[in-house]
């Protein structure tokens, strides 16, 4: 399972420059006007995992493969995008595609950096791009209700479309879905304003470390704890750095973590995802899944044969595959168990699968 995020907000917040750290590329065009992106970037990224390293030593591995994440650097959005304004419907489609939306808020005062408004306003940004993204889906849907006239749609979308419509009319962003109606359909939908988000906060230097007024009155208004602090000039010389160089430059300034790899936490929390292995000696594998995904599910992310013949899956615990050095090991303690199709997957855990061909 593989997941996209992409990176949003108002022209010339920083977005760009984001992308490129976290890519590690200069992919991205990044200059000091509005609108420097045309074309949405994508870049694909590592997902850090310590873990594989452990494993692929007690097996042997002959390599490493990790699981992944995509980032889109999408062009900027203005007030009235909806409408075309600035560069319009076009950019309001990309998001569509992706999986969660990391909006990108400026939170730094400078004289040198053009900004497309006269003041420095995060809360207002978001506003501003969150609504442009609701008056998108409000058109959408309509369409879409409409043409139910002519065209039967399920029970279970139909009421979905009527949930979501009756609270972005009345301009309130839809919340708790998940509890109402199953993931996959919510998904199928692509609506823009149900998209998991995470507020990366552009600070200086000075601020990463505690935040300052603007990352601040962001935190207060929303308590959310997918709210980001980076900088994204300090995260392009982050990524120049080796490992150990990187590390001391982070202490200096006061930082514990990159905001690759802040980011990258958020979006598994909020897309609810965690990892599996399978290892041998040919290759260690790390798996990305929904959280408490059934083992048979978890099979067919490899490959869809493996669900259709699916017989068991043998599962070690990350921690008892480490203490028992390996598979042998931990099925002569006792630790290697049998499980069926129904096994809620633990992150963690190394799988293999049994299956008819």
Known sequence: MSFKCGIVGLPNVGKSTLFNALTKSKNAQAANFPFCTIEPNIGVVTVPDGRLEKLSKIARSQKIIPTYITFVDIAGLVAGASKGEGLGNKFLANIREVDAIIHMLRCFDSSEIQNVNKTIDPIRDLEIV????????????????????KVELSKENLEILDFVYRDIKNGIKPKDLEKKFEKKLIKN???????????????????????????????DKFNEDTIILASAEIEQQITELNDNEANDFMKEIGIKESGLDQIIKASYKILNLSTYFTVGPKETHAWTIEKNCKAVDAAEVIHSDFKKGFIKAEVISYLDYISFNGEAGARDNGKLKIEGKDYQVADGDVLHFRFNT
């Open 189 to 219: 939908l692509g609506i823009l304003s149900t998209k998991p988000r995470i507020l990366v906060c552009n600070v200086d230097e000075e601020s990463l470390a505690e935040g300052n007024v603007y990352s601040n009155a962001l935190k």
């Open 130 to 149: 969150e609504t442009e993204m609701m008056i998108s889906d409000l058109e959408s849907l309509e369409k879409r209700m409409t043409k139910n006239k």
